[in-house]
């Protein structure tokens, strides 16, 4: 292995995240087809605990055409440390603090489209599903399910957890259901109930009060624990994949 590129980040920088990018289109020019991009989340004078920072950055990167150097396209300030990163529909959703934020490429910065400030604890890791379900683990409230409707300017949570866990990884074996592990060593796989995009979607009106109350200032509807195993060790990453004989 030999090191192509090294950029140093400066001015007391940490980085604490990273995404590479294969569908975020911008502005006419401004993106080639199926052009990666590098984004990563850095915190200024960022401290663990108590977690925070005096401000962060998303910073956005194009890869040269050799592969072997990156270019600085620009960075976006935002009020917390953004920790994960996915792209839904050609834009980036990203994890700042607890909130859960969709952005669209610009000239100067990522444009802040929609929002969700619902969460209470910092975002971990995303997850987004063909069918658009954002899946969204964050450190101690497990999974939760968002929905996003551009048109009608809605980022709600359509779904989460019955307990608390603190989800350190998870992936996705279906549009409806998710394998995770936590940070008290285990890994459990959790299914949203049957029928529940369904019941959303026959009452429009009255599901849009639904997704403010929920219940026990929860979400709507209550993902379904199927499979729960203690493996003795803390879990650090969780992958779907085939296993051949």
């Known amino acids: 292995m030999e090191t192509q590129s090294i950029l140093e980040f400066e001015n007391n920088e940490t980085c604490f995240a990273m995404y590479v990018s294969h569908g975020i289109t911008g502005h006419a020019g401004q993106v080639a087809p199926g052009e990666c991009l590098l984004f990563c989340g850095v915190g200024l004078e960022a401290k663990l605990s108590p977690r925070g920072c005096t401000m962060g950055f998303i910073k956005t990167y194009r890869f040269s055409k050799d592969g072997r150097t990156l270019e600085l396209i620009h960075s976006t300030p935002c009020e917390d440390i953004p920790s994960a990163f996915s792209e839904y529909r050609g834009k980036l959703v990203a994890g700042v603090g607890n909130v859960l934020r969709l952005y669209e490429l610009g000239l100067k910065k990522l444009l802040r489209k929609l929002e969700n400030k619902n969460l209470t604890s910092p975002i971990t890791s995303i997850k987004v599903e063909d069918s658009g379900r954002i899946f969204a683990a964050d450190i101690?409230?497990?999974?939760?399910?968002?929905?996003?409707?551009?048109?009608?300017?809605?980022?709600?949570?359509?779904?989460?957890?019955?307990?608390?866990?603190?989800?350190?990884?998870?992936?996705?074996?279906?549009?409806?259901?998710?394998?995770?592990?936590?940070?008290?060593?285990?890994?459990?796989?959790?299914?949203?109930?049957?029928?529940?995009?369904?019941?959303?979607e026959d009452d429009p009106t009255a599901s849009k009060f639904l997704w403010e109350n929920g219940r026990l200032n929860g979400a709507a509807f209550k993902m379904e624990a199927i499979n729960q195993y203690f493996m003795g060790e803390m879990g650090t990453q969780v992958v779907k994949t085939q296993l051949n004989p």
Do not use: M
């Open 140 to 200: 101690a409230e497990s999974v939760h399910v968002f929905k996003c409707k551009p048109d009608e300017q809605q980022f709600y949570i359509f779904a989460d957890d019955v307990l608390k866990r603190w989800t350190t990884n998870f992936c996705l074996l279906d549009q409806d259901t998710v394998c995770g592990v936590d940070k008290f060593e285990n890994l459990y796989v959790n299914r949203l109930p049957a029928g529940c995009e369904d019941d959303a």
